[in-house]
């Protein structure tokens, strides 16, 4: 069987399939999509307490070979839920990897200059129990919405981008989608 070379408008759905047919190119063409993007989510998320031999490239890389090495089970719905998708693996990976080093018995800290104080950057802008709560609230919201949530307000997306991630028919009605999904999210925090 033969593939051609992946190009940019290639759809993740595509990517996918042609990961689970053994195409190699179609992996790392995937693996190169998302890397930048799961970097940008991912910094800041793992506490300087629990940073060793991990930081956040280490786990964005076990995060992208954890999901192409289980794409099979994986049912692409829309081109954004393979992005949630990853988002959830690494969130999980970053409370792993703060779980193994709170295990971890005489630990010697890193010197100041090492270790980065104070929090994430989405903690710094809405602190950690609001962090909590809008996880809960996240995780409360139907598939789209949570999918256009997290495309357009933590992978900073725009609203064209989120339409075409979710098929959408233009970017006004994924503005929609992301507006009401927001409005419902912040109703669900306040409860």
């Known amino acids: 069987m033969s593939f051609s070379t992946p190009t940019q408008v290639e759809s993740t759905a595509t990517l996918l399939a042609r990961v689970r047919a053994g195409d190699r190119q179609a992996r790392e063409h995937l693996a190169r999509r998302y890397l930048a993007t799961l970097l940008r989510w991912g910094h800041g998320r793992l506490p300087g307490h629990a940073r060793d031999l991990s930081d956040t490239h ?7 070979l954890k999901a192409l090495d289980h794409v099979g089970s994986f049912e692409p719905r829309r081109e954004g839920a393979f992005l949630a998708y990853l988002r959830t693996i690494l969130l999980n990976e970053v409370r792993g990897e703060i779980r ?3 295990r971890r018995p005489g630990r010697v800290p890193l010197t100041d200059d090492l270790v980065e104080h104070g929090p994430s950057p989405v903690e710094q802008a809405i602190g950690k129990a609001a962090l909590d709560a809008y996880e809960r609230a996240l995780g409360r919201l139907a598939p789209e919405e949570r999918e256009g949530v997290i495309l357009r307000i933590e992978m900073g997306y725009t609203h064209q981008q989120v339409a075409e991630a979710l098929g959408k028919p233009s970017a006004d009605a994924a503005r929609m989608l992301v507006a009401r999904a927001v409005a419902r999210l912040a109703e669900a925090m306040d409860v």
């Open 100 to 102: 193994r080093v709170a």
């Open 58 to 64: 280490d786990l964005v890389q076990v995060t992208l």
